[in-house]
């Protein structure tokens, strides 16, 4: 049994992936070749977002939109301490301070109520109610932007998130790299009402290509202007005129055509996701101890991921035992934003971030992808039970 299966997805579309490679190697336009454009078209009209920038991952589509907005030294940046790294790493690597923001124990996406306390705490640089790092009481930091993320593939609470950032002013990057193909209440991730939104190509994502890749969706056509100049170094008129700081974020023509060929059944997919996702829900249901996930009212998950709650210190002798009956599983994430070494400085203690200290204490992956099949899903539970015994 795999982790994540993506042979059984090349095997059923091996024909059309094989004609659309090779009619990038007819055309030779290996950088922003025709397929580029006609990805960005497919993904607008998949999402109902109006613009898509492919970027070349999901790394360049979070930095791409706060470069587009300046975020820089000064500014507090709002994002959940149980993510992945990235999410925190691109305000940071542009200078801006990181204000972490508690998630949510049953869905793992940020706390609406505890961003409005976080960006309070920061105006007012009074870290007697909520925690903050030392950077946020030594000067005043401007509320600036803040990043909510989909986690293992459902939209964060938007409908509270985007009132709350409109009164403070503050520019809104959905973090959708695992959410990709979700929806809530109708409409897809990535057009959920967010200034900018950004996702992930990388190949374990829900639409994966075969090497990296991103792109970026926003409704705006001033940012999107601007995120296709920063595509590529800043460019003007052309692309040696350039006038401001950008990146070389573009998108491989390749995997364009990768993933035009992958989204031919990708809504397929999708519906696949939730056939395996009833089956773990059911398969899963009565074992002691054992936290299935919840998808929020009104959400459809991208299932990027189908993580359970373990109790915690029941972890490690479960893991060892389900590795030694031919179940692969993973952590995601085993040490919350807050705890890494990288952002010591900011000083948080482990347990300002109590939900996110526990669930990185208590959560564990399955094999997940839309060809586990229900006897697959069977062993998986079974595995689990006698682990767990
Ligand atoms: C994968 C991921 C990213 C980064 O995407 P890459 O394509 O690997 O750069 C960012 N945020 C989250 C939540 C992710 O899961």
């Not at 990043?147 to 409908?159: H, M, N, R, T």
């Not at 009565?286 to 996930?293: F, M, N, Q, R, S």
């Not at 991921?305 to 479960?318: D, F, M, T």
Request: charged content about 20%; proline content about 7%.
């Amino acid at each position: 049994m795999q982790f994540i299966d993506l042979a059984a997805q090349q095997a059923r579309i091996r024909g059309s992936l094989d004609a659309r490679i090779k009619a990038v190697l007819d055309h030779g336009h290996y950088i922003m070749g025709p397929e580029v454009a006609e990805l960005e078209a497919r993904l607008c009209a998949f999402t109902g977002a109006r613009h898509c920038i492919a970027c070349a991952s999901g790394t360049d589509a979070l930095l791409m939109p706060l470069l587009a907005w300046g975020i820089g030294a000064g500014d507090a940046v709002f994002v959940p301490p149980f993510t992945f790294f990235a999410t925190v790493e691109e305000p940071a690597l542009l200078g801006a301070t990181p204000i972490f923001v508690d998630v949510d124990p049953v869905t793992f996406n940020m706390r609406p109520d505890l961003l409005e306390a976080a960006i309070e705490a920061v105006r007012a640089r009074d870290d007697s109610r909520f925690p903050l790092p030392g950077a946020a009481r030594e000067r005043q930091l401007r509320p600036a932007a803040v990043i909510p993320v989909d986690l293992f593939g459902q939209a964060a609470d938007y409908e509270a998130l985007l009132p709350i950032a409109r009164r403070y002013g503050l520019s809104v990057l959905e973090d959708a790299a695992q959410s990709f193909g979700g929806s809530r209440h109708g409409k897809k991730t990535c057009a959920l009402g967010c200034h900018a939104a950004a996702t992930s190509f990388f190949p374990a994502k829900p639409l994966g290509c075969y090497g990296d890749g991103g792109a970026v969706f926003t409704d705006d056509d001033g940012l999107a202007a601007l995120l296709r100049s920063i595509r590529v170094h800043g460019k003007g008129g052309d692309k040696y005129d350039n006038v401001r700081l950008g990146i070389n974020g573009r998108l491989d023509t390749l995997q364009a055509a990768i993933l035009l060929a992958k989204m031919d059944i990708f809504p397929e997919e999708i519906q696949a996701r939730q056939q395996v996702a009833g089956w773990y829900d059911e398969a899963l249901r009565d074992i002691p101890g054992v936290v299935t996930p919840t998808v929020a009212p009104g959400n459809v998950s991208a299932w990027a991921q189908y993580c359970i709650l373990l109790p915690e210190g029941a972890r490690s002798r479960v893991m060892a035992r389900m590795e030694e009956s031919g179940v692969p599983v993973n952590i995601y994430y085993p040490k919350p934003q807050h705890c890494l070494a990288v952002f010591a400085d900011l000083g948080y203690a482990p347990e300002a971030m109590p939900t996110a200290l526990h669930v990185s204490r208590a959560i564990l992956a399955l094999p997940f992808h839309p060809y586990l099949e229900q006897d697959q899903v069977r062993r998986v539970a079974t595995a689990l039970r006698e682990a767990l015994a």
